[in-house]
T-cell receptor
Framework: QQQVKQSPQSLIVQKGGISIINCAYENTAFDYFPWYQQFPGKGPALLIAIRPDVSEKKEGRFTISFNKSAKQFSLHIMDSQPGDSATYFCAASAGTGTYKYIFGTGTRLKVLA | ETGVTQSPTHLIKTRGQQVTLRCSSQSGHNTVSWYQQALGQGPQFIFQYYREEENGRGNFPPRFSGLQFPNYSSELNVNALELDDSALYLC?????????????FGSGTRLTVV
């Protein structure tokens, strides 16, 4: 019940295309869902995050769609660029007590020039 | 505003040895969490420190221990190293007053156990 399932494992997109990464969870106590971007040799960096009281959040080219009833959320990267090539992790957290993240297994995105 | 800094960046140890990893939290952050990231996997929560006390622990054995100092910096200690301990160890700081928003990760320490 603590797992966050992420798909696909890898993704190849043409420059200018839309990249879509999906995550699903079971624990209904989760109330914070961040996405992290990680480049090789670096730590994860917060990209965008959402709470369950909204169904969508957009920041620039990055959009999170959230479906509370289905317990699913996804990251959409519009107009994907070669510089977006990185590994993306979804995560979830329950906002009480210990603020720990449960991470998905990651999606390796490659954007072709 | 400084970010999260970790040292050393890389480390090679022999099975059975002990290791100490260090983390300086971001200015204004009073909570430090440690994560283990195996190759090709997502980070796994080890434990969290707030006000120098352990504030939650993941599914890691007692040979993983930590400290937080009055300046909010932190150490992760691993005793009796095993080959499976080879991973990227990430430190993340946050302000507990803000909850988990603003969780900032360092670049990690790459530990190799041979």
């Amino acid at each position: 019940q603590q797992q966050v399932k992420q798909s696909p494992q890898s993704l190849i997109v043409q420059k200018g295309g839309i990249s879509i990464i999906n995550c699903a969870y079971e624990n209904t106590a989760f109330d914070y869902f961040p996405w992290y971007q990680q480049f090789p040799g670096k730590g994860p960096a917060l990209l965008i995050a959402i709470r369950p009281d909204v169904s969508e959040k957009k920041e620039g080219r990055f959009t999170i769609s959230f479906n509370k009833s289905a317990k699913q959320f996804s990251l959409h990267i519009m107009d994907s660029q070669p510089g977006d090539s990185a590994t993306y992790f979804c995560a979830a957290s329950a906002g009480t007590g210990t603020y720990k993240y449960i991470f998905g297994t990651g999606t390796r995105l490659k954007v072709l020039a | 505003e400084t970010g999260v800094t970790q040292s050393p960046t890389h480390l090679i140890k022999t099975r059975g040895q002990q290791v100490t990893l260090r983390c300086s939290s971001q200015s204004g952050h009073n909570t430090v969490s440690w994560y283990q990231q195996a190759l090709g996997q997502g980070p796994q929560f080890i434990f969290q420190y707030y006000r120098e006390e352990e504030n939650g622990r993941g599914n890691f054995p007692p040979r993983f221990s930590g400290l937080q100092f009055p300046n909010y910096s932190s150490e992760l200690n691993v005793n009796a190293l095993e080959l499976d301990d080879s991973a990227l160890y990430l430190c993340a700081s946050s302000s507990k007053r803000q909850g988990i928003d603003g969780y900032t990760f360092g670049s990690g320490t790459r530990l190799t156990v041979v």
